[in-house]
């Protein structure tokens, strides 16, 4: 069970938009703490995506954006490709454990 | 150019041990707290243990903490991850992903390729 919650599963066809939610609590993305996503292709180490909530790295495209809202956060991908067939994962820290935590994780499909 | 090196993973016995390293280039290494993730097979991704940058702040997932010490030499820039009384659920992929801080937190901008431990009879 993790800290951050994430739904399993999304789809979505190419060209569409999906979202990816990320739910805390007011230990963690509710106590103001940063939410960085990662994408994790088949077989491959992560990869950030978003940092500091809504912030991309040169190279990340823009159909790429972050967002957030209490105790959570949101990754959204417009025009989907057949590339986005990934893992996504949500990524804060926790006063309560004095450490870093992922989300459980989200298995895109396009 | 950033390069994160991890090695030293194998098939070790339950209880037995186990010492991960971590070789880092193409960033100043004594100024950054380091961290050791993990990802078991088909789960997620889970937090290990950091160190801070002057080595006085050292902190474990509780899955860990006890079992697993966390070290680091900035004369070879190297970390290291020793791994005792080891158990099947440890069995993973082990990360020492570079931090980046962004004012509050510090997130992952950087990963290598990673370091198989399988514990197993």
């Known amino acids: 069970q993790s800290v951050l919650t994430q739904p399993p599963s999304v789809s979505g066809a190419p060209g569409q938009r999906v979202t990816i939610s990320c739910t805390g609590t007011?230990?963690?993305?509710?106590?103001?703490?940063?939410v960085h996503w990662y994408q994790q292709l088949p077989g491959t180490a992560p990869k950030v995506l978003i940092y500091?909530?809504?912030n991309r790295p040169s190279g990340v495209p823009d159909r790429f954006s972050g967002s957030r809202s209490g105790a959570s956060a949101s990754l959204a991908i417009t025009g989907l490709q057949a590339e986005d067939e990934a893992d996504y994962y949500c990524?804060?820290?926790?006063?309560?454990?004095?450490?870093?935590?992922f989300g459980g994780g989200t298995k895109l499909t396009v | 150019q950033v390069q994160l090196v991890e090695s030293g993973g194998g098939v070790v016995q339950p209880g037995r041990s186990l010492r991960l390293s971590c070789s880092a280039s193409?960033?100043?290494?004594?100024?950054?707290?380091l961290y050791w993730v993990r990802q078991a097979p088909g789960k997620g991704l889970e937090w290990v243990a950091l160190?801070?940058?002057?080595?006085?702040?050292?902190d474990y997932g509780d899955s860990v903490k006890g079992r697993f010490t966390i070290s680091r030499d900035d004369s070879k820039n190297t970390m290291y991850l020793q791994m005792n009384s080891l158990k099947e659920e440890d069995t993973a992929v082990y990360y020492c992903?570079?931090?980046?801080?962004?004012?509050?937190?510090?997130?992952?901008?950087?990963w290598g390729r990673g370091t198989l431990v399988t514990v197993s009879s």
């Open positions: 007011s230990s963690n993305i509710g106590a103001g703490y940063d």
């Open positions: 193409g960033f100043t290494f004594r100024s950054h707290t």
């Open positions: 990524l804060s820290y926790d006063t309560s454990l004095s450490g870093s935590v």
């Open positions: 160190i801070s940058s002057d080595g006085s702040r050292k």
């Open positions: 500091a909530d809504n």
């Open positions: 992903p570079k931090a980046a801080w962004t004012g509050r937190t510090d997130y992952f901008d950087s």
